[in-house]
């Protein structure tokens, strides 16, 4: 990528210098990463397994605990490193690396949820057309677009932001290459690209939720039309987890992006950052296997 930039590395202050401190932030990233990698594969080799799990809603969430073990390794591994390493540098092509999968897994997973939350409303409002309406085609469709978008504005973001000058200061106060941080050690004109900023905030971000809050209103009266309270019960519990997921992990992206630039604490962000970065991705499979009923009853079954 040309820049007319003077810096060709980048110096990652991540949480703490502390020697003692970063001991104990390196044994806490070890075990989260490794809980990830362990649900994260163990749901996914569930389904693919059990016949019973071969439905469009656990097809979405094999889908998006791939995308967890995609941007835990995006991130962890340059966390470790820069935990126990004297050298806390990351060099100018390896931060736009990181910052281009980042974000593009990180838009993909904005739409995936949006998709979920389609799939959620057909299987309530649907139920005995719910496996027609729901093909294999159109679930393999909505996977495949939701990765196209990540991708495109994935690469957009990554040109603009590094087409930004950084003449001298090349210490990122973070624990990896991010749209604050970086936009906070640019000396050029900003104003532009923040309203390139905004449209990628709008179309995968702000656009999905409004998609998802719809939906939901949708789901919401559909169940108010069930007559029994423990139809309702049932109807409700189908969507729980992915209700949790979208909140925790809307809720910490718009947290960080959505506010005005004068407003950003690196400080306070990074331990926002670090929940849908790093612990995020090992609590997803927990939301969507504690209260799973078939879920544990395939795990059950590989056990024995």
Known sequence: ??????????IMLGFTTDPVMQKVLFAVFLIVYTLTL?????????????????????FFIGNLSFLDLGLSSVYTPKILATCISEDKSISFAGCVT????????????????????YDRYVAISKPLLYSQAMSLKLCVFFVAAS?????????????????LTFCSDN???DFFCDIPPLVKLACGK????????FFLLTSNVIIPIVFILATY?????????????QGRLKAFSTCSSHLISVTLYYGSILYIYARPRSSYSLDRDKIVSTFYTVVFPMLNPLIYSLRNKDVKEALNKLLK
């Not at 362990?38 to 656990?58: A, E, K, V």
């Not at 990181?98 to 939350?117: G, K």
């Not at 990765?147 to 087409?163: C, E, P």
């Not at 949708?218 to 029994?228: D, G, K, P, Y």
Request: aromatic share 14%; hydrophobic share 50%.
């Open 1 to 10: 990528m040309d820049h007319n930039n003077t810096v060709s590395e980048f």
């Open 38 to 58: 362990i649900g994260n594969c163990s749901l996914i080799m569930l389904i693919c397994n059990d016949s019973r799990l071969h439905t469009p809603m656990y």
């Open 98 to 117: 990181q910052f281009f999968f980042s974000a593009a897994l990180d838009y993909t997973e904005c739409y995936l949820l949006a998709a979920m939350a």
């Open 147 to 163: 990765y196209l978008g990540g991708f495109i504005n994935s690469v957009i973001i990554t040109k603009d932001t590094f087409a």
């Open 171 to 173: 210490v990122i106060d």
């Open 190 to 197: 900003k104003d532009s690209f923040q309203s390139v900023l």
């Open 217 to 229: 209103l949708f789901i919401i009266a559909t169940i108010l039309r069930i007559r029994s309270t």
